[in-house]
């Protein structure tokens, strides 16, 4: 079994900047995709951006030039730093990883979800 576990999310002021983290524990053999996805009230859940263990990044138009994201393999972990914040950014902000891990089945790799962590922005 795999945990995320995110943390960084607040309350900022429009224009101002957030840093998320993600870090991923348990049976983890390799950790392929790490990304962040976002769901506002009423929403459907929607990507923000991902990045592969190579460090090959994907971004949601709306976040370009805003967010970056990154990981450190070492430590399991996918970061995203967030500037120049807009009330739109507002959502609960979840941690995904796509992780190969060794079962009695053999090498499988599966999705796993953090809790969420939510980030609101006042304007």
């Known amino acids: 079994q795999v945990q995320l576990v995110e943390s960084g999310g607040g309350l900022v002021q429009a224009g101002g900047s957030l840093r998320l983290s993600c870090a991923a524990s348990g049976n983890i053999f390799r950790i392929n995709v790490m990304g962040w996805y976002r769901q506002a009230p009423g929403k459907q859940r929607e990507l923000v951006a991902t990045?592969?263990?190579?460090?090959?990044?994907n971004y949601a138009d709306s976040v370009k030039g805003r967010f970056t994201i990154s990981r450190d393999n070492a430590k399991n972990t996918v970061y995203l730093q967030m500037n120049s914040l807009k009330s739109e950014d507002t959502a609960v902000y979840y941690c995904?990883?796509?992780?190969?891990?060794?079962?009695?089945?053999?090498?499988?790799?599966?999705?796993?979800w953090g809790q969420g962590t939510q980030v609101t922005v006042s304007s």
């Open positions: 995904n990883a796509e992780v190969s891990s060794y079962t009695r089945a053999g090498l499988t790799t599966s999705p796993y």
């Open positions: 990045i592969t263990n190579g460090g090959s990044t």
